[in-house]
Structures are given as structure tokens and as C-alpha cells.
């Protein structure tokens, strides 16, 4: 006996061959999970006709029970896995439908969040701190409201010389405490004469703030700058030391292609003294508006510190040699990222502000 | 100080191009601001001959000259007073331009045409002479080149000499430091002088009445002078050097000063009274008037040179109206004299004149190098001038300034730099700036040199000012770059230091940015914040000198600043700014010369805090706005002990008003600016603003320590009741936080609500609570039990009732 036989001679057969065609169909015609539910009711629900045809097993004699129960639960099996993946891809359909009719415009700006900056001000000299902490230096501080003897006394400044003029320095008025010689100070250097009287060497360290000097504001001048002042004091420094130094500082600050150089130059507190030019920022040592053509920027002030200064603090000059050096923030501030004007740094233009 | 490489190389042979010199002496200390190129614009202008000379047929002042510029002569119509047949003088052939850019081309005046141009000194562009044709000088051949003939081509140095070096304010300082640089031998100007008898002492008397202002005085006596122009060269090199020529007289003063460093002063003889110079302090009230015309009024920190009937010149600074040079003067008193520098200082800044002189002066003149810079100035006069020298220099000596000895210690010198040095080496730098090695010796610390330092270098003074000299010529550039190999180094920020910088990065990330405002202020942002200074001192630390009243004090708060920046951005339409900074203000401490300096934290803020956006509303600044961000400052630093207390401060909004307090202490303030002052300054009425000082909260902070995060399941119950209005949220939480004890794990508040349904005077609190134990799942029992252990202490202590 073929199963071809049997399947068409049987009505029981024949039944099931029919199920099986018409589920084929109703799952092909299906659009929606809908469609297929009730498909899937027509069939296998309660009163489902693949159900019902279960159900009718029982009764049938004992040679057909077998076969055409067989036949059903194949049919079962195979329509309950059909409808499974059916509804799956259907599903997937569906939410992709569903997914794209959410559609948004994602050229909108994004969610405003709070964001604010650093001022450059600030964010050059952590900058330069960093590097010198990386040095292994120490960030010290001082006042701002100095005495003329930590501004220019200790610094070896004679006392005749023109900077000590009401028209270069401010003067505070402390008539209350019967003095004349409380000022701004003009420079961040009287910190180095503060650290040597609290401390013994070996010391390293660097000292930002601000300083003042007695200047109408135009592009170039403010009469309110900030300065980073730098001293090391040790055994068996030398001027070697002190180029070393900052030629590292340069090339971390202006970038490792920099060129470097060292002028002689005069400063009452060091002695031999530098100034420290680097190689134009903006031209790269061809000559440039911003170098006056000479393809430098002079950025520091630097040398040893002069023994005179030692002997203010008490320093044993036989033992003890150090450098010291002194930038302004605003002007690397400046070309460092092609300020023209100082005063656009103290107008807090938020326009300005949120671009550092 | 400007060098004429032309005039430089008569004492110094330079192989360099301008630009390696300029390098070289750069790289040396002198440093060169600009380099600068004489005698362009010259090209085409020729020497021309005048042949004959006739009036012009039809103008009176006008004539006719023949001129020969190489090849038969030609006619050019020149209007010049001092054309004369036979002199030499510039001319411009048609088709040349002048170095104004002018074009030269065949004109015809008054009917005779002219082929050519006669040129003034004006024309030429050298000087401002204008009033007849330039006389040219010796052999020239006509037709030749005129920049050629004229050796105008030159290049000026401009050169930044520091205060230092007052020796290389002349030509032969200059040539010193290049001969140094170079190795080229250095030729110091030689002459022989003529002297006629009797001797000058006959007729020249000098005293000294203060010594301590004036250490030597050399005079000298010229007769016979033929006051006229200086030689073209003279005036030349004069010009190059930025000085303005005058007389043959005047410049050759001018000269020697240029050339040894030495100022020289001249006077009429005739009008020095007996030829008596009386060098003395000027009486109190004392008056003259110096060569610029202007009469002075003197004290007696001046320096004045005398005759016996009062001055004749400010000492060292400028001479005297009375005994000036003029057309007239055949005898000269030539003044050589040694003034002390801080003195001319003080002269020339108290009476605002300075002059080329006195920039000299004060920073230091070559003692002994008087009489040798009036014998090359009587020299000059007699060769360029026709003087007659009479013998001797008259010198008063009040006190003898001599060369003086410093050691060098040449390994010392060799270690504090970082190079190796050989004591010849040193010794070579040395003698190469002519200071002389006198003797050496090898001692416990090595070589050692005596060095005799002439007087030309009053800047060396110390072992360590050699060793700077040494470092110099060596060259920086040669030395060895190092980094100091102490192991002594630990580079980091305190504790306080590294607060501050994540203090300005909560406030940046809180959407604040950092201003940096100026530390003077007007005192009238006082009286407008605080009229009756509750706050702000009575007595803020005021400048002496301010550069404008609207800067006279110091600011003793931040705010001001803050505000006017507020006000900078809104006035600009940039409504909404939150600005924090981080800076000292300065409180005047009773009895001490330096006020004290606290180091605060502000916040300003004004329009919104969060935009409009495209789907969302604005939120705009209020008292919460500015008290989330000290409240996320606070914990972000770990500062647990800080509180609000309401109290009323005269420049914030009397009920929107509090005190930032940490622990009991006062570290600040916090609220809405009052609106009064919105008002006044022109910001819109919803301006926050907070100000703390940092040491407080830097000394409140705890280093956090870890606390149990739970692990069994949590329960979380609302808690909604209605109190009175009066009651303070921050009351009520504290309450719930007591009766819940250990088991609530956190309390939040989330709404507050007002309604009619509440009856008046009521609001509505809802909290959030999370009940956990760490041991434990909780039953909603024992969640219970709590809750309602709440619910009773809030009842029974503020009569707050569960909302319904
Ligand atoms: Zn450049």
C-alpha cells in the first residue's frame, strides 16, 4: 500500500490533505498578525477545524486511528511551527513599519545641555603649570597688595629707578598704618623673595598671579596682566640648567618643532640674565607682522639669580645657585591663539569666552 | 642708539653683512631692534657743474644757469639765491625721479625751457634745508653718480641698549663689543692736537662746589672759530645717528659725543662772565632759561653750571639760552665734565626734560674719559672750524675715580655656567672687552684672576659680573642646555590648589563660564550695592594713584565685576549669562600695611538658565537656579557642613536673601540681586548672584568615606502632607529623617503644591522615601511601622496632614 493510496482512497485523509491546503493559503494570505490570529483560530482554536478533527481520532476504528492520527499531529506540528515563523516575519514587518513612521528630523539641534569654559587666562596657566609640575616644581603664591620692599628692595632694584614712579607703579593708599611704600606688585617676582624667606633650598617652584602696572589700556597694555614667575635654587645650578628648563617649557608650550633662543639681555634681580625668544608662531622664522620680521617672539624673561638677591633672603651664594624667570599669560595667550587686543580678555564677551 | 655701519668701520673692519652683525651683536646682549637702509631714491640724480649763470629774461627771481652733468652743458631754470657759476651741486636730468616720487621732465617757465633740475638738501630728501640749492664738496667729477658721491649709502643699526651698558652708547663702545665678537682689532680714534700758547689756565678758571655731584669738570679754550656748516660727512654721519645738525661748533660736540660717549657742552666764551665755570646746587627758587627757551624754576636738588653772575647751564642736561653758540662766537669754552648719575636722573624726571646728554649721563659716564673727549673736540675745531687750541685742558678734580680690581675664580665661573673653560679662554673673553688680566694664581679653588676693570664699565662691580661677561661672548647659544638633576624635586598641587581647580570645573560643567574681571573698581558699585556698607567695608584699600576715579579702590568683592560683565553681554543682546570667577578681594585689616586677601568664588547669573528650544520651554534664572549650583559645588568638593540661613542683605532681594554659612562661620552670601539694583545697573530682574570665600570650604571638606550601598530589594513610599506655609521644607525633611531613623535610606522632595482645595495658608510637601535595611529584605510591615512614625512626628510637630 503507497501513502498515495491511502490518502486518496480515505476520507480522513483526504481531510487532513485539505487542511493542510488551506492552512498553506491562509498563512501565504496573511498581511497582518491579525490575519494570522485568526487564521490560526479558524484552525487550532477551541473550535478550530484541525481541532475538531483531533478530537474526532476517537472515534474512528482502530486501523484508521492510527494513521490518520499520525497524519494529524504531523499536521499540528507542522502548522503550529508554520504560524510561528510566520508570525515572526510578519511581526518584524510590522515594527519596522512602525519604526519608520517615527521618523525625525535629526538636522534639529541637539538638546541644549549647560556647558561653560575655562577663561584663557586660567586655562594657560594650568597649562603652564602642569608642565612645570611635571618638572617637578611646587605652584606658590602671594600677595597682590605687596610692600616695596618685596617688589623692588629684595629684587635688587635700585632705589632711584624710574619703574617705582607714581606713573609706572600703583600706590595703595595705607595712610591708616602710616606707610608709603605699599603698591600693586608690578610683577609676580616678590613671591620668589617670600618663598626664599620661608623656606630652605633645595626649592623649586613657580608662582602665577596677577600684577600691575600703571598703564592706560590700549591693545598692547592692560594695567591689570598676569604673570607666571619660576625659581629653582639648589646646589650646582647653572645656566645650562636654566636653558634646558625652558627650552622644554617652550617646546611643550609652542610645540616640539620650535626653535629656542637666548639673548643676553639686563634685569636687576638675575644675573647673567636672558631674554627667551621662540620662533614665530604664526610664520615659523620667515619673518612675519607679528615678529616684526625678525621671525622671534620674545616670550620670557630669565637668568640667575643675582647674588644680591640671595643676600636679602640669606642665601649662602657660595653654596647655593639658582635661575629665575618670568612670563606674561596674556601675551602667550595672545599669540598663541592670534589675540589682537588684551582688553577683549577682560571685556568676558561670551562670544569670545566659548571659544577656549 | 642708532650706528652708522659706515661710521663704525672707521674703528673696526666688520667682514659681516648688516644682518650677521646684527645677529651677532643680538646674540650678544646689544640687542639690534631694526636694521635700517640710508640713500635709496637716489638713482639717476647726478653731480652737476654750474657753468655760467644769468638772470631770466622775465622773472626777477628766478635765473638761467648752464650745467654740466656730464656732456655739453644745459639750461636749468633755477630759482635758488646761492647758485653761483662753478659750484657743485645735485641735479635731477629729465626723466628722473625724486625720492618723494616726483618725475622730473622738460618744462618751460616764463618762456625759457629747462632741462633739468637743481636740487635742495629738502629735495633730496636728507634733510629739511630748503632755502637754496645742496653746495656739494671736493673733487667730484660732473655726470657722476650722485649717491655714489655723496657715500649716503649706509646702514643704520637701531640697537636697544640696556641700562647696564652705558658704554655702548657710543660708536668706539660698539666697535669694542664688535672686535670682540670678531676678533677684528679695535682702532681707537687717533690725532695729534695743535696747541697755541698762552695756556688756556690764563684765562679759564674752574671750581667745584659740590663734589659729590660732579667728580671732575675739564674745560678747554678755542679761539678764532669761523662759526658755519659742518662738513658734508659730519652732518652725514650725524644725521645716520638720528642727531640734527646745527653748526660746525654745536656738531662737533654732537660728534665726539656720538663717537667717545662723552657729552660736551660749549659756550660762548665772551658771554661767560671772566671765564669763571662755578659748578654748585642751585639756590632754592633759583631761575633760568635753557636752550629750548623755556624758563625753569629750580630747586636746590639741581645741578647748575655757573658764572659769577648766576647759571649758565642745567649740569649735564641742557645749557643755558644766554651763552648759546651763535653766528657771532669766535671763542669757545669747551666743557668735558663727569656729573653723578642718579642726580641727572632726578633732574631730568622732575623737569621732564631729557636730552641725549642726559640719557648719558644718568646712566653713567666714562670718569676718565674727559680730557681725552675735549682733546678730540679741539681737535676737530681746529681742523673743521679754524680754531686756534690754546694749551692745556683746565681740570678740576673733586674726586679721583680709578679702575678697580676684581677675582676671578675661572672653574667656578666654568661650573655656574655649564661649559668648559680653560683659563686661556677666559682670559682671551676678558681682554677682548680691554679688561686686563693683571695676574693669576692657582689657589684651593682652582685658577684664580685679578682682573683690573677699566672705568668705561661701571656695570662690573663682581666676581659674578665677569662671569656674566665670560657667558656673553662664549656665547648662550653654545652652552650645553641640561635640566637640574637634583633629586630633590617633587612637583605637585596642595590640597587647596587642586580644590580650586576642580571647584572651576564643577561651576564650567554647571554651564557657568570663568570671567577674569579687574581688581579696581569704582566706590560708587559700593554705595549702589551697600549705601549703608552693612557688607562691605566702610574704608575699602583705595589707590594712591588710579588711572581714573571709576578705578580708585580695590575691589573688596567680586560681585561689582561680575555685574558689569553681566551688563557688557546683555547690552550686546546676549540675554542669558552665567559667569563664575575665582579671585582675591582685599579687606583692609585694621593697623596692618596690607590688607587681607581672601581668595572667593562668584557666580552671576542672569535670562535663562536653559534656552527656549525647539520642544521645550525656557527656564529662566531664580534663587533655586544659583542655589543648585552651590549645592552641586558643595558636594562635588565634599563640603557636607554648608547651610543657608535666611538673612537680609542690603543689595539682594529682602525675602529671596541668605548667608552661605559652613558649620557656624559666615563663608558668604547667596540670592536674587534686589531689584532696586537691577534697576540701577540696567540687568533684567532675574540676576542671581552667590559669592564665597574658598578658605572656609576648602577647611570643611571631608574626604568621603565609603557608605553601605544596599543589596536587598528597597521600598520607596510617597509621603504627601499639608502644613502651614510657614513651615520650611528643610524642617520637615530633617523631621522625617529623625523619625525614620536608620532603616530610611533616602528622603527627596518632588512637588510642592498650593491649591484652593488646601484652604488658605496651606501647601502641600510631597516626599519621596526609600526604606532599606542592609541585612535584609524589608516587609512592607516594617516599611509601614516607620511611615507612620513619620507621619505622627510631622503631625505632632507641625501639624501636618497625610493629603488626601
Ligand atoms: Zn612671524
Known amino acids: 500500500m503507497t501513502s498515495d493510496e491511502t490518502r486518496g482512497d480515505d476520507p480522513g485523509m483526504r481531510e487532513i490533505e485539505l487542511l493542510r491546503e488551506e492552512a498553506e493559503a491562509a498563512l501565504a494570505g496573511a498581511g497582518s498578525s491579525a490575519d494570522l490570529e485568526e487564521a490560526r483560530v479558524n484552525l487550532l482554536g477551541r473550535k478550530g477545524r484541525l481541532t475538531a478533527l483531533l478530537q474526532g481520532i476517537k472515534d474512528l476504528p482502530p486501523d484508521k486511528k492510527r494513521m490518520v492520527g499520525m497524519q494529524a499531529n504531523l499536521l499540528k506540528d507542522w502548522l503550529e511551527k508554520a504560524l510561528e515563523e510566520r508570525g515572526e516575519e510578519l511581526r518584524r514587518r510590522e515594527l519596522d513599519a512602525e519604526l519608520r513612521a517615527e521618523k525625525v528630523d535629526v538636522t534639529l539641534p541637539g538638546r541644549h545641555l549647560p556647558f561653560g569654559t575655562r577663561h584663557l587666562v586660567s586655562a594657560i596657566i594650568e597649562e603652564i603649570e602642569d608642565i612645570f609640575i611635571g618638572m617637578g616644581y611646587r605652584v606658590a603664591e602671594g600677595p597682590e597688595v605687596e610692600l616695596d620692599y618685596y617688589n623692588f628692595e629684595a629684587l635688587n632694584t635700585p632705589h632711584w629707578h624710574p619703574s617705582k614712579s607714581l606713573q609706572d607703579t600703583f600706590y595703595v593708599d595705607a595712610s591708616a598704618s602710616g606707610r608709603e611704600d605699599v603698591l600693586l606688585r608690578t610683577h609676580t617676582s616678590p613671591v620668589q623673595i617670600r618663598v626664599m624667606e620661608a623656606t630652605t633650598p633645595p626649592l623649586y617652584v613657580i608662582a602665577p598671579g596677577k600684577a600691575y602696572r600703571h598703564d592706560v589700556p590700549d591693545a598692547t597694555h592692560s594695567p591689570m596682566f598676569h604673570q607666571v614667575e619660576g625659581l629653582a635654587v639648589d646646589e650646582g645650578i647653572t645656566l645650562g640648567d636654566l636653558k634646558g628648563t625652558l627650552e622644554h617649557f617652550a617646546r611643550r608650550m609652542f610645540g616640539e618643532d620650535r626653535a629656542v633662543r637666548f639673548r643676553p639681555h639686563f634685569f636687576p634681580f638675575t644675573e647673567p640674565s636672558a631674554e627667551v625668544d621662540v620662533s614665530c608662531v604664526i610664520c615659523g622664522g620667515e619673518g612675519c607682522r607679528v615678529c616684526k620680521g625678525t621671525g622671534w617672539l620674545e616670550i620670557l624673561g630669565a637668568g640667575m639669580v643675582d647674588p644680591n638677591v640671595f643676600g636679602y633672603v640669606g642665601y649662602d651664594t657660595e653654596k647655593f645657585s639658582g635661575f629665575a624667570f618670568g612670563m606674561g599669560v596674556e601675551r602667550i595667550a595672545m599669540l598663541k591663539y592670534g589675540i589682537p587686543d588684551i582688553r577683549y580678555l577682560f571685556d568676558n564677551d561670551l562670544r569670545f569666552l566659548a571659544q577656549f | 642708539m642708532r650706528v652708522s655701519l659706515e661710521w663704525l668701520k672707521d674703528y673696526v673692519d666688520i667682514d659681516l653683512d648688516p644682518q650677521e652683525l646684527a645677529e651677532r651683536l643680538t646674540m650678544a646682549g646689544t640687542a639690534v631692534e631694526g636694521v635700517e637702509r640710508l640713500g635709496g631714491g637716489l638713482e639717476g640724480l647726478l653731480v652737476g657743474r654750474v657753468l655760467e649763470v644769468r638772470p631770466h629774461p622775465d622773472a626777477d627771481r628766478l635765473s638761467v644757469c648752464k650745467v654740466d652733468f656730464g656732456g655739453q652743458g644745459v639750461e636749468i631754470v633755477c630759482g635758488a639765491p646761492n647758485v653761483r ?368 676693570v677699566p672705568t668705561f664699565r661701571p656695570d662690573l662691580e663682581r666676581e659674578i659680573d665677569l662671569v656674566e661677561e665670560i657667558a656673553r661672548i662664549y656665547g648662550y647659544d653654545r652652552v650645553p642646555s641640561t635640566l637640574p638633576s637634583s633629586a630633590h624635586k617633587v612637583g605637585m598641587l596642595t590640597p587647596g590648589q587642586k580644590c580650586r581647580r576642580e571647584a572651576a570645573r564643577v561651576l564650567a560643567g554647571l554651564g557657568l563660564s570663568e570671567a577674569v574681571t579687574v581688581s579696581f573698581i569704582s566706590e560708587r558699585w559700593l554705595d549702589r550695592l551697600d549705601p549703608s556698607r552693612a557688607v562691605f567695608p566702610e574704608d575699602p584699600v583705595r589707590l594712591r594713584n588710579p588711572l581714573s576715579e571709576d578705578g580708585a579702590v580695590l575691589r573688596p568683592s567680586l560681585l561689582p565685576g561680575l555685574l558689569e560683565a553681566l551688563r557688557f553681554n546683555v547690552n550686546r543682546r546676549l540675554s542669558d549669562v552665567s559667569l563664575f570667577e575665582m579671585g582675591r578681594a582685599f579687606l583692609p585689616l585694621a593697623g596692618e600695611a596690607q590688607p587681607r586677601e581672601p581668595l572667593l568664588v562668584a557666580c552671576a547669573m542672569t535670562g535663562n538658565w ?194 488626601a
Not at chain 2, 655714489?148 to 663702545?173: K, Y
Not at chain 2, 660732579?214 to 659742518?230: K, V
Not at chain 2, 510657614?726 to 498650593?754: K, S, T
Open chain 2, 85 to 452: 657759476p662753478g659750484m657743485l651741486a645735485p641735479v635731477a636730468p629729465p626723466g628722473v625721479r625724486l625720492p618723494d616720487g616726483s618725475a622730473i621732465g622738460e618744462v618751460t617757465i616764463r618762456g625759457v625751457s629747462s632741462h633739468g633740475m637743481l636740487l635742495s638738501e629738502r629735495e633730496l630728501g636728507i634733510s629739511d634745508e630748503a632755502a637754496g640749492i645742496m653746495e656739494l664738496e671736493g673733487d667730484l667729477e660732473p655726470g657722476a653718480s650722485l649717491a655714489r658721491a655723496l657715500e649716503i649709502e649706509d646702514t643704520v643699526l637701531v640697537l636697544e641698549i640696556t641700562p647696564n651698558r652705558p658704554d655702548c652708547l657710543c660708536m668706539l663702545g660698539i666697535a669694542r663689543e664688535v672686535s670682540a665678537l670678531t676678533g677684528a682689532p679695535l682702532r681707537k680714534p687717533s690725532f695729534v692736537l695743535r696747541e697755541i700758547d698762552p695756556p688756556a689756565a690764563e684765562d679759564v678758571l674752574v671750581e667745584i662746589l659740590d663734589p659729590d655731584l660732579c667728580s671732575r669738570y675739564c674745560a678747554r679754550l678755542i679761539e678764532g672759530l669761523t662759526i658755519g656748516a659742518s662738513p658734508w660727512w659730519m652732518r652725514r654721519r650725524l644725521r645716520a645717528a638720528g642727531v640734527r645738525p646745527i653748526n660746525n661748533v654745536v656738531d662737533i660736540t654732537n660728534y665726539v659725543m656720538l663717537e667717545l660717549g662723552q657729552p660736551l657742552h660749549a659756550f660762548d666764551y665772551e658771554l661767560v662772565t671772566d671765564g669763571h665755570i662755578i659748578v654748585r646746587r642751585a639756590s632754592a627758587g633759583e631761575r633760568m632759561v635753557t636752550l629750548d627757551g623755556v624758563e625753569r624754576a629750580l630747586s636746590t636738588d639741581e645741578l647748575l653750571i655757573c658764572d659769577p653772575k648766576g647759571p649758565v647751564a642745567l649740569a649735564g642736561v641742557m645749557g643755558g639760552e644766554h651763552t648759546e653758540i651763535n653766528a657771532g662766537t669766535t671763542r669757545v669754552l669747551l666743557e668735558s665734565a663727569h656729573f653723578d648719575p642718579a642726580n641727572i636722573m632726578r633732574t631730568s624726571r622732575t623737569l621732564g626734560l631729557s636730552s641725549e646728554a642726559s640719557y648719558r649721563f644718568e646712566r653713567g659716564v666714562d670718569p676718565s674719559g674727559c680730557a681725552r673727549a675735549a682733546d678730540r673736540a679741539a681737535f676737530l675745531m681746529d681742523e673743521l672750524a679754524g680754531g686756534k687750541v690754546r694749551r692745556g685742558v683746565v681740570d678740576a678734580r673733586a674726586r679721583e675715580i680709578s679702575s678697580s680690581r676684581l677675582t676671578l675664580r675661572v672653574e667656578r665661573a666654568a661650573r655656574f655656567i655649564g661649559i668648559p673653560l680653560r683659563e686661556q679662554d677666559a682670559r682671551a673673553i676678558l681682554e677682548s672687552l680691554e679688561l686686563k688680566v693683571k695676574e693669576s694664581r692657582c689657589g684651593e679653588q682652582g685658577t684664580v684672576l685679578e682682573v683690573e
Open chain 2, 610 to 803: 536653559v534656552p527656549k528650544q525647539w520642544d521645550g520651554a525656557a527656564q529662566p534664572v531664580d534663587f533655586f537656579t544659583v542655589k543648585g549650583v552651590l549645592e552641586r559645588l558643595a558636594a562635588a568638593l565634599h563640603v557636607p557642613g554648608l547651610t543657608l540661613v535666611r538673612e537680609e542683605l542690603p543689595f539682594l532681594h529682602p525675602s529671596q536673601s541668605c548667608r552661605v554659612r559652613v558649620g557656624e562661620a559666615s563663608a558668604g552670601y547667596l540670592g536674587l540681586l534686589h531689584p532696586r539694583v537691577c534697576d540701577e545697573v540696567d540687568l533684567p530682574r532675574n540676576t542671581a548672584v552667590m559669592e564665597i570665600e574658598f578658605a572656609p570650604l576648602e577647611e570643611a571638606r571631608e574626604e568621603p568615606y565609603y557608605r553601605e550601598v544596599p543589596r536587598h530589594p528597597a521600598l520607596h513610599m510617597d509621603l504627601a502632607v499639608v502644613v502651614g506655609e510657614e513651615v520650611d521644607a528643610e524642617e520637615l525633611e530633617e523631621a522625617i529623617r529623625e523619625a525614620g531613623g536608620e532603616l530610611l535610606y533616602e528622603v527627596r522632595l518632588f512637588d510642592l503644591y498650593r491649591g484652593e482645595q488646601l484652604g488658605e495658608g496651606k501647601k502641600s510637601l510631597a516626599f519621596n522615601l526609600v526604606f532599606c535595611a542592609m541585612d535584609r529584605t524589608l516587609t512592607d510591615e516594617e516599611a509601614r511601622k516607620y511611615f507612620d512614625r513619620i507621619v505622627k512626628a510631622l503631625g505632632a510637630g507641625f501639624g501636618a496632614r497625610l493629603r
